[in-house]
């Protein structure tokens, strides 16, 4: 489409991450911007790519209709509170510099940052020099911060850092909320008006799993229960191993693919166990939607509260892959709410391994029949509410209008 026939608005995309980084944030983003650049003057803010820590970045150039600016802030790929504090500070600081500059020439903000200091200072230079904002929220914070740390000083840190984030949420012109649950709990505790906030849910690479979603999983060998993600704090891991162990089921097998800061810690709880049908593996961005075309049921653990302010993106990437689920969340969830919608899982209480292996003796013995079906349900449901084709057009329509309205 020709950029000349249409009415062209400049905007600016500031994202915390970016291709060549493959994080679920920053193909949103790339998505964004290759959605707006078609018919609009589109520039992308963002760091040099860090995440995840240990990836091999390539060189190339980024091809496409749009600016990448990559700004010389400060990168923490390592899960270091007062590293990443640093990070959200100066990246905040690179983004304030470039609006003063170039306010005159930027019709709308789209942003997807780093909580909260570099939240703050963009909206608030965004406010400043009367540029619109659309800010996107994919984790609630303080509380995603605080519940890391010991409760006396959690409550203090979140007694302080609270006043931001409502500066944040009420300067925003528009607040993008990826659950239902997110929403009400932040126009509630932040007292911003509802109105304020659009649902949009995240998506995936969706044809990257739909690709595999009709393979049978494997040759019954063995029955796979699959963990595929981040082996972090917040996972729910370690009780995913007591509850497979003692679960104690014939035949089976528990494959935990993925990296993270509590992987060894896991994988010394295996050991302890002795137990060899939990399996450890890498995988890699290309082949995440391979790996889970072999599993019979996808685990999605987390630990207490965390699925309260969060909904984990692996989630959709789960269903599109036409597998049932098991999440350990609390029921008064995004998560178990999905999963009971589509009729496509179980859910259990977080941190109970006893429950949580009464469920995996229980999904063992479903017919394959049955498996396929509550597979073919999950994946009904993501292509209807949770893929790009769902939600990509619905937010470019929100960031145009709120340009062309400015």
Not at 51 to 80: D, H, Q, W
Request: hydrophobic content about 40%; glycine content about 4%.
């Amino acid at each position: 489409m020709n950029k000349s026939l249409e009415k062209v608005s400049r905007i600016l995309i500031i994202s915390a991450v970016f291709p060549p980084e493959p994080v679920i944030s920053a193909l949103l983003s790339r998505d964004i911007a290759d959605a707006l650049s078609v018919k609009h003057d589109v520039t992308v803010l963002c760091p040099h790519p860090s995440r995840p820590e240990g990836f091999i970045f390539m060189e190339n150039a980024i091809k496409a209709n749009y600016k990448v600016e990559r700004l010389n802030s400060f990168t923490c790929p390592s899960s270091i509170l007062f590293g990443r504090l640093r990070e959200s500070f100066d990246f905040g600081k690179h983004c304030v510099d470039f609006i003063q500059k170039n306010s005159s020439s930027i019709d709308c903000i789209y942003i997807n940052s780093w909580p909260l200091f570099s939240q703050y200072r963009i909206i608030k230079a965004a406010r400043k020099c009367g540029v619109p904002s659309i800010l996107h929220i994919q984790d609630i914070y303080p509380e995603s911060l605080t519940k890391k740390l010991p409760a006396i000083i959690g409550r203090l840190v979140f007694q302080l850092l609270l006043p931001i984030d409502k500066f944040i949420l009420k300067n925003a012109s528009i607040i993008v909320g990826i659950s239902s649950y997110m929403i009400s709990y932040l126009s509630k505790t932040r007292k911003v008006e509802k109105e304020k906030f659009r649902i949009i849910r995240n998506w995936q690479n969706d044809q990257q799993f739909i690709k595999y979603s009709s393979k049978l999983s494997n040759s019954k060998n063995d029955f796979v229960f699959m963990y595929a993600g981040s082996i972090s704090a917040s996972a729910g891991v370690p009780a995913l191993i007591h509850g497979f162990a003692k679960a104690n089921l014939p035949n089976a097998k528990l494959v935990i693919a993925g990296d993270g800061a509590d992987k060894i810690n896991c994988i010394n709880m295996a050991n302890d166990l002795q137990n060899d049908k939990i399996i450890f593996s890498e995988v890699g961005p290309d082949n995440i939607a391979e790996l889970q075309s072999e599993a019979d049921i996808l685990l999605l653990p987390l630990r207490k509260g965390i699925a309260k302010t969060a909904t984990p993106s692996k989630l959709t990437a789960y269903l599109l892959s036409s597998k049932p689920v098991i999440a350990t969340v609390e029921e008064d969830t995004d998560v178990s709410d999905i999963l009971t919608k589509a009729n496509c899982g179980f859910v259990v209480e977080p941190e109970d391994s006893d429950a949580l292996a009464d469920i995996l003796r229980k999904s063992y013995s479903i017919s394959e029949t049955e498996l396929v079906r509550m597979g073919a349900n999950g994946k009904e449901y993501a292509r209807m509410y949770l893929s790009k084709h769902a939600n990509l057009n619905k937010l470019v329509s929100i960031i145009e209008n709120t340009a062309n309205a400015n």
